[in-house]
C-alpha cells in the first residue's frame, strides 16, 4: 500500500522516516487528533526535509521542525551523515554518495 511517507526521500525515510512518523502519531493520538491530521505533501527544498500538513498542532510542528533540521545532516541517498553538498540542486550527500555523484 501506498502512503505519503512513500514519497520521502530514500536516505531520510531509513535515517529517521518511522520514528518522526511515530513520534508524530503518538503526539496526534495524545491530543485525540489522529483521524483528523493529513499529510499534504513531502518534499525536500534546498537540502531540508518540507512535510506540509493539515490539523497539526504546535507539538507536531515541532516534532516535523526537528526532523527537517536532521534533514539537512542526513544523506538523501542512504541516511548517513551528510558532509557534503550537491551544487545546483542543493542535496547533502555524505561521502561515498557525493563521490558517485561526481563519476
Known amino acids: ?5 512513500d514519497v520521502m ?9 518511522i520514528q518522526m512518523c511515530d513520534e508524530i502519531k503518538a503526539q496526534l493520538k495524545k491530543e485525540g487528533n ?3 491530521y493529513r499529510i499534504v505533501q513531502i518534499k525536500e527544498k534546498f537540502a531540508e526535509l518540507c512535510w506540509y500538513d493539515a490539523c497539526s498542532s504546535s507539538e507536531v510542528s515541532d516534532i516535523i521542525d526537528k ?3 536532521l534533514s ?4 538523501i541517498n542512504c541516511g ?3 558532509t ?3 551544487t545546483g540542486w542543493i542535496l547533502p550527500l555524505c561521502d561515498d554518495c ?3 555523484k561526481k563519476s
Open 1 to 5: 500500500t501506498y502512503t505519503e511517507l
Open 9 to 17: 526521500p530514500g536516505g531520510w525515510r531509513k535515517a529517521f522516516g
Open 34 to 36: 489522529l483521524y483528523s
Open 67 to 69: 526532523y527537517a533540521k
Open 72 to 75: 539537512y545532516k542526513t544523506c
Open 80 to 82: 548517513k551523515p551528510a
Open 84 to 86: 557534503h553538498y550537491s
Open 98 to 100: 557525493y563521490k558517485n
